[in-house]
């Protein structure tokens, strides 16, 4: 499933109260396969046509699973992160079977994809949702620390380990991937 929102510029109070209505209020749409890495370079564009006077350029991603779609992943990202852009990572890590659309990755799985090979940049972190009542109230939790310009040093759980890069390439680029 995908939740698509417009790029949003949160600049106060009325700016965010505005984001979470319109968050409230968007259509939660199914869909086949995920490129993040799309989503990344459709970003990266839009961030080259904005004025560069915010204090912090954020990307927020969620996925109930890894970039299988598109271009490979890390080449995207590693633009972004040169350009001192931040990309943080919501997992949405439930069971699968429970009626609500998610795939079901396992937790751990999904936040060391996300670790090793979706979020970077100053401060980046992870939060995963584990059930799918979790969800606005870890978006909301999200929000508040990016905004709130939380440095990820203060408690994110931040892995000690990665994956092997040909685990964050495209399914099907390397032997042996589906």
């Not at 609500?100 to 990755?105: K, M, Q, R």
């Not at 936040?111 to 870890?138: H, K, N, R, W």
Request: aromatic share 6%.
């Amino acid at each position: 499933q995908r939740l698509v929102l417009p790029v949003t510029r949160i600049a106060g109070a009325e700016d965010a109260v505005a984001f979470a209505d319109a968050l409230a209020a968007a259509p939660v749409e199914a869909g086949q396969a995920t490129s993040m890495s799309g989503a990344l370079a459709f970003v990266r564009r839009l961030f080259a046509l904005m004025p560069e006077d915010g204090a912090r350029r954020v990307i927020d991603l969620s996925s109930d699973g890894v970039n299988n779609a598109g271009a490979e992943l890390a080449p995207v990202r590693a633009a972004l992160v040169a350009e001192g852009i931040t990309i943080n990572g919501l997992p949405i890590a439930v069971a699968a079977g429970g009626g609500d659309g998610f795939t079901g990755h396992g937790q751990v799985w999904l936040e060391l994809y996300f670790e090793s090979c979706v979020i970077g940049g100053p401060d980046a972190f992870v939060m995963t949702v584990t059930a799918a009542d979790e969800l606005s109230g870890t978006i909301l939790n999200k929000l508040v620390r990016e905004i709130a310009g939380v440095p990820a040093e203060a408690g994110v759980m931040r892995a000690d380990y990665g994956l092997p890069p040909e685990d964050c390439a495209l399914p099907g680029s390397v032997p042996g991937r589906l």
